[in-house]
């Protein structure tokens, strides 16, 4: 596992990405920046990563980090979506499960679109 900082304005989050194929992709690309979208309670947003199905899944916790093939998207699912159908979050289509957050969530239930995130290996 490779813990990571996500910056967002004055707020800093942690995580851990995987061993997976995806997530080693996204390690050797960071640090990364982009823009914020909201889908329900999950973060998302472009990164300079192309990959494509990696055990790819529907199945996910909250908590999970997942990279969306379709979207080129880095994911953070901290609760339910539109697609959902019970409080576990469902992502749009399949996506790579790449790690996990490790700090507390509650932060992300305040930020909005448009808001500009860093991701960078955590010391």
Known sequence: MTPIKLIIGDKVLFAE??????????????????KINTWGEEIYFTIPVKMGDESATMDLEIGDLG?????????????????SLNDKPAPASPVNLIGRMT?????????????????????
């Open 17 to 34: 990405l995987n061993n997976s194929k995806t997530a080693n992709l996204i390690i050797d690309a960071l640090p990364i920046e982009s």
């Open 103 to 123: 700090c507390n969530l509650d932060p992300l239930f305040l930020i909005g679109d448009g808001k500009k995130i860093r991701i960078e290996k955590a010391q």
């Open 67 to 83: 990279y969306w093939p379709v979207g080129r998207a880095f994911c953070i699912f901290f609760g339910r979506t539109p697609a």
